[in-house]
């Protein structure tokens, strides 16, 4: 099987589609579970749909072109988990072509081959959660698609426009997912392997980088929101408070079939013979994007399975040399059913009941679907981490990430907290307020005028707005 994918025929081409959609779109039609995170940027997208911009209406720090695609969402098929899976499916699609058709037309290889893209979406479809339209996944494929022009063999003055737009295209990478940024990290290796004048060829790569930031600057600078934009979207990723986003025996067994792959390549590129002297520089720097993807991904906030999607271009590259090695055919097309399977099955698990073996616990990514809220349709605005009331109601106020709504309700003891929030309440009143945190005596207390307003509800630690 693994010899048939050696060809770049356009039927190999059309069987890696029809392989990775047999995969993927069942679970995806047959039902989808609702996820934290992605009802978290349906959220986002719906609030800038009503009107509201990044950052001065929503507080949140998820990067304004990632947000701008939420927003795209929400305006053609609004709150769909369906549109956001088959949206994630088809970016995960189009990073495999588009980076086995940079490899292959820069003979980064002996001979032309959709393996890499092949071994791409079947390990890209190991968990669901490679399916979540995160601004991970979105940042992922503007970095891909930085490759070809990073990797230009230029001379001084000839087609450095092409490192312009690779860093014009990591720029985009990072407005997506602000860490992706560390991928200069990358550019400057490809720099130093591939382009003449090093120090001004990085310069031209950092201009570009800086370009898509600047217009951006100034968009918040003349709409007021500079010094949120600044604070939510360029600081808040630094924070280095590292929390894995489910238990780490889980990812750990989701990403087992990917790293003995891995290892397996590695072991297989470095008993290669001599090649020329652009596959082996192209060899080093998909060795340090392997170590860049790790880096970003050890020192997020939230570590999850998904953030693995950053490692899957180096682990594809080098999956060719394992692939194509001098062992007998017959064991490479076992070692390659043998990850199939492991992947079907981990993908499949819940549908043929045998979760109970492997003991994988998906629930701290799952939101409750059922309704909290005595009413639905009406608007919220939920004091404390549990975003699960929003998921039949609209959220109202800026105040929808309960960790950076924290500014604000954790420090009324100081007059702008206290003042801030009377702004953002003199123009939004949210028909219920859910109190998780019993933040409402002493916001009664301090802002009588709007939260006197505001009557006990039915349910416990919930206020209704009273009727006029």
Request: glycine share 4%.
């Amino acid at each position: 099987m693994i010899s048939y994918f050696r060809s770049i025929l356009p039927s190999r081409l059309i069987l890696l589609v029809i392989i990775y959609l047999g995969i993927q779109l069942p679970l995806i039609l047959w039902g989808i579970p609702a996820t934290a995170p992605e009802l978290l940027y349906m959220l986002i997208g719906e609030r800038l749909a009503d009107g509201f911009d990044m950052y001065s209406g929503v507080y949140d720090n998820t990067a304004p072109l990632s947000a701008m695609l939420f927003w795209a969402i929400d305006l053609l098929a609004g709150r769909s988990f369906i549109a956001y899976r088959i949206t994630a499916m088809l970016l995960l699609l189009l990073q495999a072509l588009l980076f086995n058709s940079t490899l292959n037309r820069h003979k980064v290889y002996a001979g032309n081959n959709y393996l890499p893209a092949l071994l791409y979406l079947i390990l890209g479809s190991i968990s669901f959660e490679f399916n979540m339209l995160t601004p991970l996944l979105i940042g992922n494929t503007f970095v891909i698609m930085s490759l070809p022009y990073i990797i230009t063999l230029s001379r001084e003055g000839f087609e450095n426009n092409r490192l312009f737009v690779g860093g014009f295209m990591i720029g985009l990478a990072a407005l997506s997912y602000l860490p992706l940024a560390i991928f200069l990290l990358v550019g400057l290796f490809a720099v130093i392997f591939f382009a003449s004048g090093t120090f001004r060829s990085f310069l031209l790569m950092l201009c570009g980088f800086a370009f898509p930031y600047a217009m951006l600057i100034t968009y918040y600078f003349y709409t007021g929101a500079l010094s949120e934009f600044v604070s939510l979207h360029l600081l808040r990723p630094w924070q280095l408070q590292v929390d894995f986003l489910r238990p780490p025996a889980d990812v750990a067994k989701l990403m087992a079939i990917p790293a003995v792959i891995l290892l397996l390549s590695l072991f297989s590129a470095s008993s290669l013979p001599q090649r020329l002297v652009f596959q082996v520089k192209f060899q080093q720097l998909m060795w340090v994007w392997l170590v860049t993807s790790l880096l970003i991904i050890f020192t997020r906030e939230e570590i999850s399975v998904a953030t693995f999607v950053l490692a899957l271009p180096p682990i594809a590259y080098f999956s060719e040399f394992l692939f194509t090695s001098g062992w007998k055919p017959w064991i490479l097309n076992t070692t390659f059913l043998v990850a199939l399977a492991g992947v079907l099955i981990l993908r499949y698990r819940m549908v043929l009941s045998i979760n109970q073996f492997l003991m994988l616990d998906e629930s701290p990514l799952l939101v409750e679907s059922e309704n909290k809220m005595p009413s639905q349709g009406k608007t919220v605005l939920v004091l404390g981490n549990d975003i699960s009331y929003y998921i039949h109601n609209k959220p109202a106020t800026p105040y929808l990430n309960w960790e950076l709504a924290k500014r604000h309700f954790r420090q009324l003891d100081e007059y702008q907290a206290v003042y801030e929030v009377e702004r953002n309440f003199s123009k939004e009143m949210p028909a219920y307020i859910v109190d998780k945190e019993n933040l409402m005596p002493e916001l009664s207390y301090k802002l009588p005028g709007i939260f006197d307003r505001y009557e006990p509800a039915e349910n416990p630690n919930m206020y209704r707005l009273k009727e006029r």
